[in-house]
């Protein structure tokens, strides 16, 4: 069978990562986050002081941000893929509140996107992927065979994300939460580069009273009536 590209956009804590994953198992494609690409680098601009007064020194970031190294590889004990900057993994440091704070700002940055979306292009060159993020469908790949695009109310985004922190040990509030992924809405839907918004060619998915089973069903759905 030929292999395609598909791309899923939306909202923040939609679980477009948990859908995106489960789809790329199951006919075999290689699934890639983007946003962990743009959370990494997030990570690097604090670990490496790059944030003065709550604005990202961008003539720094600028120097660096070429040489920096994003790669994906699987934990052979969980099956699932885990994120490294520079060689060191960095899966539970990038989905912390310190990173999720300061991404979106990260992430408006032009020339940090320029360089994103080359990776991004050319992990998806051989197709066979599933790709998640917020302008997948629109910049990343504008010829995308299957584009979906998420969304679901912020009061159910943030109480699956917080779920998800909580399971790791985490105890922010569900109010923290619930800022945090509104914040992030607005930051990426008003950002002059390639701003979050659905593609005119994608789905629509508003996932907030579906099972995981039904979207899961849903979405292998529009796979087998594009392939
Ligand atoms: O998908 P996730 O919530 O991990 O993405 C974190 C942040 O990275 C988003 O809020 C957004 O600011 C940025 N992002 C982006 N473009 C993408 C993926 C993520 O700007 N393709």
Redesign the pocket.
Known sequence: TTKIVIAIDGF??CG?STMAKELARKIGYVYID???M??AVTLYCIDNDLFENDTVNESELQKVINTLQITFKINPESGKPETYLNGENVENEIRSMRVSDK??QV?AIPFVREAMVAQQQALGKQKGVVMD????GTTVFPDAELKIFVTASPETRAQRRLDELQKKGSNVSFEEVLDNVKK?DY??QNREISPLRKADDALLLDNSKMTLAEQDAWLIAQYNRVI
């Open positions: 923040s804590s477009k983007s946003g962990a743009y959370r991404v979106s992430s993020g917020r302008d997948i992030r930051i990426d």
